[in-house]
């Protein structure tokens, strides 16, 4: 039960020179990340920004839709008519394809 409450903390100071002993046959292999958003709320918190933040890329731009996508190699971003945006995967499509699927939705054909 011990391990399971405190393994978070003994995985993230594992390695990093933090003393407390021996163990010996720990795996290097990548642990998860925290199931929570205080990392993610901790960052917001300390950025400065006197336009519009941005929730997903911490981008600092003059309006919503000026967004960068988080993932521009692989996401098309679509702007919206109401001022905002939504990054679309991919998925295969050819240029242009999503934003189109995207219009035909909004206008109900699809």
């Known amino acids: 039960m011990a391990q399971a409450q ?31 958003s205080a990392w993610y709320r ?8 006197d336009r ?11 309006f919503p839709h000026h967004c960068p996508c988080p993932f ?13 945006r939504v990054c679309v995967s991919r998925g295969g499509f050819s240029d242009g394809e999503a934003a189109r699927k995207i219009e035909l939705a909004r206008k109900g054909r699809l």
């Open 6 to 36: 405190f393994g978070f903390f003994d995985q993230m100071f594992a390695g990093n020179g933090g003393g407390g002993g021996g163990g010996g046959g720990q795996s290097s292999e990548p642990q998860n990340v925290a199931s929570d």
């Open 52 to 62: 519009y933040l941005c929730p997903d890329t911490l981008a600092c731009v003059h």
């Open 42 to 49: 901790g960052n917001v918190d300390k950025m400065h920004c």
């Open 72 to 84: 521009p190699a692989i996401e098309d971003k679509v702007e919206l008519a109401e001022g905002s």
